[in-house]
Each structure stands twice: as C-alpha cells, then as structure tokens.
C-alpha cells in the first residue's frame, strides 16, 4: 500500500509529491494528460517562484521580467495611472516548462508520477482510500494511507470525499500574439465584471492577452473585443481557457483525503493566481501530514490557513474595488499611483514600512 496518492500533476501535487518523497514516504502521483497541457496559465509570478525550482530553471524557464502595471478604467487607448518599482516585481515564465520541471524534481525525490493515467473514482475507508485509475493498459485500483486531490478548480476528489466547493469559479480566456515585447510593464484594465483584462509582454514569446470574469457574460465575446478592432486589435492564435477559483470553502480535508492548490481554492482572490499559494500549502501539507495519523489532517488546515487567511480577505477587499463606479475608479488610481512596495503574492505588504514609506515620500 502506497503512503499518498497524489490525483493531479499540475505545481500543487508535483510540490506535494516531492517533498512528501523527500520526507520518506512511498508516493504514486497520476496526471490525466501530458505534464502541463494543455495550458491554461499566465504563468505572471513572483520571484518567489525560485525558491521551488531547481538549479539552471530560472535560465530555461524565464521569459520576461516585470517592473510595474499600468491601470486603465477603460481599453487600450484610454489613460493609465503607472504602479511600479525600482526592482523586478515579478517573472512572467513558461507554465508549461514549469510544471514539466517541478513534476522532474518530485521524480527525482523518489515520487513514482505517471502520465496519461486519470482518476476516476476515490472510496475512502476508515483505514485507506481506494483510488480507480483509467490508463493506457485499462482500469485498476490502487490502495493507499491517504489520497492528495491535487486535481484542479473541478477536482475530482474533492466531489468523491464529500468536501464543499470553493465559493465561486471565474471564467478566464487566453490568447498569444507573435509580436516580440520586452516592455517592462504589464496593462490591467478594469473592465471586465467583477475582475480585469490583461496585456503580458513575454519577450520573444510574444504577447498574451487575457481576461477572467465572473460567471454570467460570454468570456469568448468579451475577449473577441478585447483583441478585436474596438481594442488591442491584434492577431491573435492559440486561444485556451480555464477556470479560477475563488474562496477556499471551510474545510479542505476529510478522515483520508485532502486537498491542495486550486481543489483547495488557495487562490488570490483579486489576481486568480494560485501557483505559489498552492506549493506553499503544499509544503504544509507535506510537514504535517503523517499518513498513519489522520488526525494531522488537522494540523495541515490549520497551517496553510494560519499563512494564507490573512492574506485572502485582504484579497477579497481589494477585488471589491474592480467594481467599484468608474469616477471612484480613476481617484483611487491617481492617489495611489507611482512607486510602490507591495509584493504581489502578499497583499498584506500594502502596510509594510517599505510601501508606507515609498507612498508617503511621494505625498
Ligand atoms: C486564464 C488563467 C490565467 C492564470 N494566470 C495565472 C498566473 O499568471 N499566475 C498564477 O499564479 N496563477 C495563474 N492562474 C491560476 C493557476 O493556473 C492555478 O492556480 C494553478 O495552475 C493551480 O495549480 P494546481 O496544481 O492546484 O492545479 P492545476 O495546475 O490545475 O493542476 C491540476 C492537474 O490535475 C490534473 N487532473 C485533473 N483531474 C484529474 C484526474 N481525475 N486524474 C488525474 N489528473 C487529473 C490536471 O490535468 C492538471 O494537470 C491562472 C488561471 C487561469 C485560468
């Protein structure tokens, strides 16, 4: 019997495998398709992502660096209020390559990950879980102490181990032009319902465009006008969309089973990213959880939740203002513009000495 099976190769269940490996355990971990396909990322992090990642990544996987965004109420024509910072503010990277490096690391640690092998179903018993995988030699059924449901915002396991839903799935369409952009700011306009469009130059990998908003409208209309004539007006090839959740429900464990990444909702609420909360609650669960004790189930909730809870409603506070009318819009964007000291996984860090100080040096 396995000590975790982990359902879900993307960067939540390669972390989880790799560190639970290191940590000793036997771990099976089964994705459904190639390693990061299909995509459906920006792959806009923080230089926190580093820190997870092996020697020489950054070399391969780095597109282009970002030092600010420019705000818009409206499309591309209109003004824009510059945030930014001296340093690099975040990484725009190939989310492909990265999941195909952090799933190599957990291979390496020891985790057994098997490509093209799809969960369908997860029995858990008072002793072990019961996990049935579909793969290219047919159906079987894999034993383990603990199931890892690292399977994404419709996660599987999260609907056979009875655990509640996040509180809300945003809808988000990706395209990418071939137009070569090393610009050092990424565009933000605050027009789509509840959330916001995006321009992310990735150096010679061209431009994505992009946009999530909340369930309701056509995202696949809004996004036509988005690259269409009325906006950036551009050629756009290799569309792809997926799905962000929105606020982790109230428990993300069960007696055998947990989840992490964005099954588990660790998302911000006012970016949709969710690659590095989930590692970083991955590393909790992976501390915490001892495959023979399910009462360290507890121990892993409180953890990732002790880090990231915080940091969350803050995220839903600043979301608030994408709906905010657009006169207030524009007085908000004028008044905090310029130099800023935020870290963009941390939205506690808008009370930092370093953000207070930048802020108020310019007032
Ligand atoms: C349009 C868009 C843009 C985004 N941009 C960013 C960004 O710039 N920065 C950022 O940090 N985040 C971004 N995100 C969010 C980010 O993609 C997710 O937070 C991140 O991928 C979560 O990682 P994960 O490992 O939890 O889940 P996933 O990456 O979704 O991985 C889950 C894996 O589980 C596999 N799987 C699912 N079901 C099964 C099954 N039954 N059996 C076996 N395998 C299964 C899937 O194939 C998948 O590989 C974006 C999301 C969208 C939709």
Same mark, same amino acid.
């Given at each position: 019997?396995?000590?975790?099976?982990?359902?879900?190769?993307?960067?939540?269940?390669? /972390?989880?495998?790799?560190?639970?490996?290191?940590?000793?355990?036997?771990?099976?971990?089964?994705?459904?398709?190639?390693?990061?396909?299909?995509?459906?990322?920006?792959?806009?992090?923080?230089?926190?992502?580093?820190?997870?990642?092996?020697?020489?990544?950054?070399?391969?996987?780095?597109?282009?660096?970002?030092?600010?965004?420019?705000?818009?109420?409206?499309?591309?024509?209109?003004?824009?209020?510059?945030?930014?910072?001296?340093?690099?503010?975040?990484?725009? %990277?190939? /989310?492909?390559?990265?999941?195909?490096?952090?799933?190599?690391?957990?291979?390496?640690? *020891?985790?057994?990950?098997?490509?093209?092998?799809?969960?369908?179903?997860?029995?858990?018993?008072?002793?072990?879980?019961?996990?049935?995988?579909?793969?290219?030699?047919?159906?079987?059924?894999?034993?383990?102490?603990?199931?890892?449901?690292?399977?994404?915002?419709?996660?599987?396991?999260?609907?056979?181990?009875?655990?509640?839903?996040?509180?809300?799935?945003?809808?988000?369409?990706?395209?990418?032009?071939?137009?070569?952009?090393?610009?050092?700011?990424?565009?933000?306009?605050?027009?789509?319902?509840?959330?916001?469009?995006?321009? %992310?130059? /990735?150096?010679?990998? *061209?431009?994505?465009?992009?946009?999530?908003?909340?369930?309701?409208?056509?995202?696949?209309?809004?996004?036509?006008?988005?690259?269409?004539?009325?906006?950036?007006?551009?050629?756009?090839?290799?569309?792809?969309?997926?799905?962000?959740?929105?606020?982790?429900?109230?428990?993300?464990?069960?007696?055998?089973?947990?989840?992490? *990444?964005?099954?588990?909702?660790?998302?911000?609420?006012?970016?949709?990213? *969710?690659?590095?909360?989930?590692?970083?609650?991955?590393?909790?669960?992976?501390?915490?959880?001892?495959?023979?004790?399910?009462?360290?189930?507890?121990?892993?909730?409180?953890?990732?939740?002790?880090?990231?809870?915080?940091?969350?409603?803050?995220?839903?506070?600043?979301?608030?203002?994408?709906?905010?009318?657009?006169?207030?819009?524009?007085?908000?964007?004028?008044?905090?513009?310029?130099? %800023?000291?935020?870290?963009?996984?941390?939205?506690?860090?808008?009370?930092?000495?370093?953000?207070?100080?930048?802020?108020?040096?310019?007032?």
């Amino acid at each position: 019997m396995y000590d975790f099976v982990v359902v879900g190769v993307g960067p939540a269940g390669a /972390r989880f495998s790799r560190r639970a490996a290191e940590a000793g355990y036997d771990v099976l971990a089964f994705e459904q398709g190639r390693l990061g396909e299909p995509l459906a990322c920006s792959g806009h992090v923080s230089g926190d992502i580093w820190q997870y990642a092996g020697e020489g990544a950054r070399d391969d996987l780095l597109q282009n660096e970002v030092y600010g965004a420019r705000f818009h109420v409206e499309g591309p024509e209109s003004d824009f209020e510059d945030f930014y910072k001296t340093e690099v503010v975040s990484n725009v %990277i190939d /989310r492909v390559g990265l999941d195909r490096h952090l799933a190599e690391l957990a291979r390496e640690a *020891g985790a057994e990950v098997r490509e093209d092998h799809t969960v369908t179903n997860v029995d858990e018993g008072d002793d072990s879980v019961t996990v049935t995988v579909r793969g290219p030699d047919g159906v079987a059924d894999v034993e383990a102490k603990m199931v890892a449901g690292c399977d994404g915002p419709t996660s599987r396991v999260r609907r056979d181990l009875d655990l509640p839903e996040p509180d809300e799935l945003l809808h988000g369409v990706l395209g990418f032009s071939d137009e070569e952009d090393h610009g050092d700011r990424v565009d933000v306009h605050l027009t789509m319902p509840e959330f916001f469009a995006w321009r %992310i130059p /990735r150096g010679d990998a *061209g431009v994505e465009y992009g946009l999530a908003a909340s369930p309701g409208p056509d995202v696949n209309e809004l996004f036509d006008d988005l690259v269409g004539p009325a906006g950036y007006d551009v050629d756009v090839t290799k569309r792809c969309s997926g799905l962000i959740p929105v606020g982790p429900a109230d428990s993300v464990t069960s007696h055998r089973g947990f989840l992490v *990444g964005d099954a588990a909702a660790q998302t911000k609420p006012f970016t949709g990213g *969710g690659i590095l909360y989930g590692m970083r609650s991955a590393d909790h669960a992976a501390r915490e959880i001892e495959p023979d004790r399910p009462g360290t189930l507890g121990a892993y909730e409180a953890a990732w939740r002790d880090e990231l809870a915080t940091e969350i409603r803050l995220g839903h506070w600043i979301r608030r203002a994408y709906s905010l009318p657009e006169p207030v819009q524009r007085l908000g964007l004028k008044a905090f513009s310029g130099e %800023i000291g935020v870290h963009m996984d941390r939205p506690t860090s808008v009370f930092s000495r370093e953000h207070l100080a930048s802020w108020l040096g310019r007032s």
